[in-house]
């Protein structure tokens, strides 16, 4: 069942700000973008990272590559957006071949094609001119519990799965909390699939909190936070709970990882509050855009409940650890990870 999307801005220092409406009013996607430079002083590829933000003010920087830089004695430049005055780039030119220029962008500029003009000072002045894509603003557009209710199964973990639909955003993560309480499920990064939507998973197990829940999503740009909420309803188990232990996984790794370099994945398992000892967990892999997680290694914990394992980078996708329930404990998953392949 889909729920209206309340959306807040979270800043970096942690103030939330309310925004009515099912979803905050921004335009198009942000990522890094790359353009040949027309000006004689630089060589190729130009890249760029600019994007207008909700609230505020955000850098934004360009990053370009001179010709012959012992000759340049000097590095200035403005940028213009479409119907606005100059305003100042700050070069870092310390005469290496490689500059970035820094300038910031507010919450009523306009996004668009901004123009550059950067000018290098050698035995005389050489202007060069470009143009620098300013993304729009992100905004959550969506967000679903699927089943809302949900029924809880004496015995069973339920199947809880979490879309969202966001625009401009660099990463999104969700947790599924209870009004009531401190129970919640972390579902870490969720997977950008086929259709443009995110998506995760959580299982709840029959003593979950019954009552109110909220779903609470987090799409991050740069040190900009949007922050969705949405209700949803957890049902008791017609029949109580088993009394089996509770399971929970952690998980680590890199970022982003070199292609072909290994890297670890990483964390800790408990049973109940203690560590969960001599278990054996398994990894999953997704590809990023893919839909579906394959079974990629077998690891085992620790004394206590630690576990790591080495693997080689591939290609951008999602990690996850499972760790098999038995009859006296219960399933877990671990949140999704994210690893860059460069």
Do not use: C
Not at 166 to 189: F, H, R, T
Request: charged content about 25%; overall charge positive.
């Amino acid at each position: 069942m889909k729920r209206r999307v309340r959306s807040l801005l979270a800043t970096a220092t942690g103030v939330a700000v309310l925004f009515g409406g099912a979803g905050l009013t921004t335009t198009s996607a942000y990522a890094a973008q790359h353009a040949r430079t027309t000006g004689p002083d630089f060589m190729g590829d130009v890249s760029a990272s600019a994007y207008v933000p909700v609230q505020g003010e955000a850098g934004a920087s360009v990053t370009l590559k001179l010709r012959d830089p012992a000759t340049v004695r000097r590095v200035t430049g403005v940028i213009a957006a479409p119907g606005k005055p100059d305003r100042p780039v700050t070069f870092d030119f310390e005469r290496d071949a490689v500059i970035t220029g820094k300038w910031t962008i507010g919450e009523r500029d306009p996004a668009g094609r901004w123009k550059l003009t950067v000018n290098v000072v050698r035995q005389t002045t050489q202007v060069n001119d470009f143009t620098v894509k300013v993304a729009g603003k992100q905004r959550i557009t969506s967000a679903s519990v699927t089943p809302d209710p949900v029924a809880l199964v004496r015995g069973k973990d339920v199947k809880v799965l979490v879309e969202s639909t966001i625009e401009g955003s660099g990463m999104v993560s969700a947790k599924l909390v209870s009004d009531k309480g401190s129970q919640y499920y972390d579902l870490g990064n969720l997977a950008l699939e086929p259709g443009g939507r995110h998506r995760g998973t959580a299982y709840f197990g029959d003593d979950s909190t019954a009552g109110a829940w909220t779903l609470e999503i987090y799409a991050t740009r740069g040190g900009e936070v949007l922050k969705g909420v949405s209700p949803f309803t957890v049902k008791a188990a017609a029949q109580g709970a088993s009394g089996k232990a509770g399971a929970r996984v952690t998980i680590g790794a890199a970022k982003k990882v070199r292609k072909g370099a290994y890297f670890k994945v990483y964390g800790r398992a408990y049973r109940g509050a203690k560590p969960y000892a001599n278990k054996k967990l398994k990894i999953h892999f997704k590809a990023k855009g893919g839909s579906t997680y394959k079974l990629v290694a077998f690891v085992r914990t620790n004394r206590s409940g630690r576990y790591a394992k080495s693997l080689k980078a591939g290609a951008d996708g999602y990690f996850r650890v499972t760790s098999p329930g038995t009859r006296a404990t219960r399933a877990a998953l671990s949140p999704q990870r994210l690893v860059d392949v460069r």
